[in-house]
């Protein structure tokens, strides 16, 4: 195999992770990088390398279409950056100390819960049950469009939120991917934000999370830039196209059918990384 | 103001598209360049040993990009790519002191010297 072809499967796999990933919602670098690893016998190095470069490009190229919608509060997404620029320090900085085979673990634990978290995604507003004072005078509030005007919204349970951002920060740094569901989570059922404010908001700020690894992870060569390449266009140009399908296909049928696929890669992540292959 | 918080949004939003599109065509650029000699083998990914320092350093990257290097206008390109959420925060602290929010203009600064931190930690 020549290097031309060779980086043509990388690119054609990428498009199809990217796909994936917009489908499911659960991002391009979750999927990318365990392909990379288990089919073409990369090494977790570069393969988290290359879908951290992949993480940003979908990250950035999204936003236009989310600005549009109205949806993201850049206050609530500024505020809890800072959790997850330092918890994604922290990630890079562990990658270097903690061998593949744990990290690849890691991996497949994640990979199983997004998988598990995207399914059980109703997609309905949590209910508010306080007014958070904390949340007020830190001004994490914001309305959204709703038929007819606008419907306001206030952060809860601030310290926890922020808290879980450090943590999906620490997973984003250490994994090389979005943690989009990580950061779902927090927003979505802990600080109890209107379920697309979160997902909109989280999709802003793994742009910014994964900025705050990259310097890391360029100084330490872990962006090798003809595998970053192929894999950076291929995610991108897969996530563009699988979020305008996103709304003509059947929904639940394709998830069902992905999420069976991400089960089986994180899976045998976890398989390997505990056996001491990766 | 909820106006200018919008303003600012879709401000935000259109730089980082532009910068995404900009980062994306100077990889391609490069991904042709790179691709089009035959006969270039394919580097051994199977074992990691970090990339060349060529491609670890911001300065150097730029003076390979200068000499027609493909790969290192590759990587330019994800230097690009790596600012533009950067160039995001910027706005923030920009947009916000001009709306005089002191709190979010002091918050996204934070984000800012966090994010430039990554860049000046040496292994």
């Known amino acids: 195999m020549n290097i031309l072809s060779f980086s043509l ?32 016998k990369i ?5 988290i390398g290359a879908s951290l470069v992949s993480v940003i490009a979908t990250s950035s190229g999204a936003a236009a279409a989310y600005v549009r919608d109205g949806y993201s509060s850049i206050r609530i997404g500024m505020f809890l950056e800072v959790a997850t620029t330092l918890g994604a320090l922290l990630g890079a900085y562990l990658v270097a100390k903690i061998s593949a085979d744990w990290i690849g673990t890691v991996f497949g634990i994640v990979l199983l819960y997004s998988a598990w978290a995207s399914l059980h995604n109703t997609g309905v507003d949590p209910k508010r ?60 059922q802990v600080m109890k934000l209107p379920f697309k404010v979160s997902t909109t908001t989280s999709n802003f700020m793994i742009g910014v999370t994964a900025a705050a690894s990259a310097g890391v992870y360029l100084s330490r060569g872990y962006i090798f830039p003809e595998l970053a390449m192929p894999v950076m266009l291929g995610v991108l140009a897969g996530s563009l196209a ?12 394709l998830r069902w059918v992905f999420t069976i696929v991400i089960v089986a890669l994180g899976g045998e992540m976890i398989f390997n990384g505990l056996t001491g292959r990766l | 103001m909820p106006g200018n918080d919008q303003r600012l949004e879709i401000a935000m939003g259109r730089m980082l ?30 074992h990691f040993h970090g990339a060349p320092a ?27 790519l790596i600012a533009t959420p950067i160039c995001r925060v910027l706005f923030g602290v920009v947009g916000f002191t ?20 990554s860049f000046f930690t040496r292994r």
Not at chain 1, 43 to 47: G, I, Q, R, S
Not at chain 1, 242 to 253: D, F, I, K
Not at chain 2, 54 to 66: D, N, Q, R
């Open chain 1, 43 to 47: 090494d977790l190095h570069y393969a």
């Open chain 1, 242 to 253: 699988g979020s305008r399908v996103l709304v003509h296909a059947p929904v639940m049928t």
């Open chain 2, 98 to 117: 001009f709306m005089k929010d002191r709190l979010y203009a002091a918050v996204s600064a934070i984000v800012l010297v966090v994010l430039l931190l």
């Open chain 1, 129 to 188: 049950t306080r007014q958070d004072a904390l949340a007020t005078r830190l001004n994490l509030r914001g309305s959204f469009p709703v038929q007819g005007g606008k419907e306001d919204y206030t952060a809860e349970h601030v310290p926890a939120g922020f808290g879980i951002m450090f943590i999906a920060g620490t997973l984003s740094g250490l994994l090389g991917i979005g943690s989009g569901a990580v950061k779902v989570l927090a927003m979505d």
């Open chain 2, 54 to 80: 060529a491609y670890e350093h911001v300065t150097a990257i730029f003076a390979g990009a200068l000499r027609i290097d493909s790969k290192s206008i590759i990587e330019f390109g994800i230097l690009l």
């Open chain 1, 9 to 40: 499967e990388i690119c054609l796999t990428s498009i199809l992770a990217g796909f994936l990933g917009a489908l499911t919602g659960l991002g391009g670098g979750v999927v990318i990088v365990p392909v990379l690893c288990l089919l073409f």
């Open chain 2, 17 to 46: 598209q532009v910068g995404v599109t900009v980062a994306a065509l100077v990889v391609f650029a490069g991904g042709v360049l790179y691709l089009s000699p035959s006969g270039r083998p394919i580097p051994d990914y199977s």
